[in-house]
């Protein structure tokens, strides 16, 4: 898997909330510790969680539903 110089500093998904479907959650889990990995073996800084969503996120569409907003807790006024 190419991994995207983009994905190095920037800060595109937020990670304050998730929701869906289980099987869905268990991947994301799944592949965010892939990413981790992939990330450790390019010596690709891992210490913020937000590069890491965005990198799943973009890897990984099928599993991933991006609702944007202006407002950086949009997503917990979508949820209730």
């Known amino acids: 898997m190419k991994v995207h110089k ?3 500093r920037a800060s595109n998904v937020a990670g304050g909330a998730f929701g869906g479907q289980s099987e869905n959650l268990l991947k994301f889990i799944y592949y965010y510790y892939e990413t981790i990995k992939l990330f450790i073996s390019h010596k690709i800084f891992i210490g913020k969680d937000q590069n890491l969503f965005a990198f799943v996120a973009f890897s990984h569409p099928e599993i ?4 944007q907003s202006g407002k950086w807790y949009y997503f ?3 949820l209730s």
């Open 76 to 78: 917990l006024d979508y």
């Open 64 to 67: 991933i539903n991006l609702v």
């Open 6 to 8: 983009q994905f190095q």
